[in-house]
């Protein structure tokens, strides 16, 4: 059974840094792109970033590049998610996913990232 | 970017037919392949995927769920309605990725 299970979201202050990280298991992990996907309080859902099967290459929604971090350990089965600079519309449940080819197929319970003072 | 247009609700009585559209802003269809695909989200729980590639019924999923549509106008039909599928349902495209994007998501209320 495919599971992605979240962890590491909180309260933080604005301008402050936190690091997520997504426990995946029931699946090769190193075959598959992952992705974080993420959902403010009463909004829809917005992709953040892409990484690839082997981390050899990452894509980012253009209002997290250069703040966001996509990483992976393969060796771990684990996905991270660093997010340095966070704002208060980075306020939102981040959701670790499955990314298969073209599609999100297995999603995690998700976590809560609140930002503010 | 391709942007995505759900309208925000639809009210169904149970054992009725639902139809949620979604319309994108330019065509996300490739040949034979139709990059639209469909996810279920109830309260308080992850999103769930229900279709892939517009017609393609995920994995686990009841045969209610179909899919339809190409270039820019895609259906999802739920026949019929149970009460388990009170839910919101969000659209998702794969034509032009990064970034993938998501309609804003169709709330499925009962009448």
């Known amino acids: 059974e ?116 | 970017d391709i942007v995505l247009t759900q309208s925000p609700a639809l009210a169904v009585s149970l054992g009725q037919r639902a139809t949620i559209s979604c319309r994108a802003s330019q065509s996300v269809s490739i040949s034979r392949y139709n990059l639209m695909h469909w996810y279920q989200q109830k309260p308080g729980q992850q999103p769930k995927l229900l279709i892939y590639r517009a017609s393609n019924l995920a994995s686990g999923i009841p045969a209610r769920f179909s899919g339809s549509g190409s270039g820019t106008d895609f259906t999802l039909t739920i026949n019929p309605v149970q009460a388990d599928d009170i839910a919101t349902y969000y659209c998702q495209q794969s034509r032009e990725s990064p970034p993938w994007t998501f309609g804003g998501g169709t709330k499925l209320e009962l009448k």
């Open chain 1, 2 to 117: 495919v599971q992605l299970v979240e962890s590491g979201g909180g309260l933080v202050q604005p301008g402050r840094s936190m690091k997520l990280s997504c426990a995946a298991s029931g699946f090769t992990f190193n075959n598959y792109d992952m992705a974080w996907v993420c959902q403010a309080p009463k909004k829809g859902l917005e992709w953040v970033a892409t990484i690839s099967y082997d981390g050899s290459s990452t894509y980012y929604r253009d209002s997290v590049k250069g703040r966001f971090t996509i990483s992976r350990d393969n060796a771990k089965s684990t996905l991270y998610l660093q997010m340095d600079s966070l704002r208060s519309e980075d306020t939102a449940t981040y959701y670790c996913a499955r990314n298969k080819l073209s599609f999100f197929d297995y999603w995690g319970q998700g976590v809560m990232v609140t930002v503010s003072s």
